[in-house]
């Protein structure tokens, strides 16, 4: 059941949308080499509470940090710790900010300094994906048509879409329906209603999309290796278009 979401309580997921926002381009600024990403999630979480939000993660299903720092051929769901990131590396931060009584999602995939032409293209496409998933996107549209999208400019690419996870539904709960996979056939799964928010987050592979879950039981990793990228918005679905809560 996808719910919808009234004019009021969208306008109270602004603000953590928003925070999420600042944040990412906050630790845009600051992320480099040398760091480790414990210390990203030290800044994350200082940021969100300097905002006066709560940082989602922060606890969800017993996730012990704030953010999901996602190294190279880590997906998704990477636990900060005391890696060090060097030149070369391309690692996706991912965070959610409570504010209002409603939570705002976003992720993006950084460079840190000088990246092969492999990651650096993933790095643009899989931010392309997330355009092309939204194009035309409105009240009406069938859902899988953002999978389509995604799918099509991923594999157009020579990339892959990482199928173990997918977008989703948000607003009160982090995670909400619908789910929102990353591939699929244009034309079928539910249409989605006017005021439906969700998340929209292509995970692209550089390689094949088969992933594993490390014995951490969060750490989600490419099984061939190869690299991935990971870019997300909170999305609203209106009449006639779309609004990015996050950009
Ligand atoms: N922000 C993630 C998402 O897009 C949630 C990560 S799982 C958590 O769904 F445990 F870290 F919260
Ligand atoms: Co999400």
């Known amino acids: 059941m996808i719910s919808v979401k009234t004019q009021g309580e969208i306008d109270l997921m602004r603000e953590p949308c928003a925070i999420v926002r600042d944040c990412l381009a906050f630790v845009g600024e600051r992320i480099g080499a040398g760091m480790t990403t414990k210390e990203v999630d030290t800044l994350v979480e200082k940021f969100i509470r300097a905002s006066g939000a709560t940082p989602s993660c922060l606890g ?3 996730y012990p940090a704030s953010a999901c ?3 190279n051929e880590v997906v998704v769901h990477g636990i900060p710790g005391d890696y060090v990131l060097r030149e070369g590396d391309i690692v996706s931060v991912d965070l959610c900010a409570y504010k209002n009584g409603f939570h705002g999602d976003g992720a993006r995939t950084f460079r840190i300094g000088r990246v092969s032409p ?3 293209k ?3 496409v899989t931010e392309e994906c997330f355009f092309k998933g939204i194009e035309g996107l409105s ?7 953002i999978g389509y999208r995604v799918q099509k400019h991923a594999e157009a690419n020579g990339f892959s879409v990482v199928r173990a996870y997918t977008g989703h539904g948000i ?3 982090m995670h909400e329906d619908p789910t929102v996979p990353n591939h699929g056939h ?3 799964g539910p249409r989605l209603p006017a005021g439906a ?3 929209i987050e292509p995970m692209i592979a550089a390689g094949n999309w088969r992933v594993a879950t490390l014995d951490d039981g969060w750490t989600a990793v490419t099984l061939d290796k190869k690299p991935a990228a990971h870019y997300e918005n909170t999305v609203v679905i209106g009449e006639d278009g779309v609004e990015i809560l996050t950009l």
């Not at 009240?139 to 899988?144: D, W």
């Open 69 to 71: 720092v996602s190294v």
């Open 122 to 124: 993933l790095v643009r």
């Open 186 to 188: 244009r034309g079928t």
């Open 139 to 145: 009240a009406g549209t069938p859902l899988f048509d």
């Open 118 to 120: 492999e990651k650096d």
């Open 197 to 199: 928010v969700i998340c």
């Open 60 to 62: 969800y299903c017993g």
């Open 171 to 173: 607003g009160r709960e």
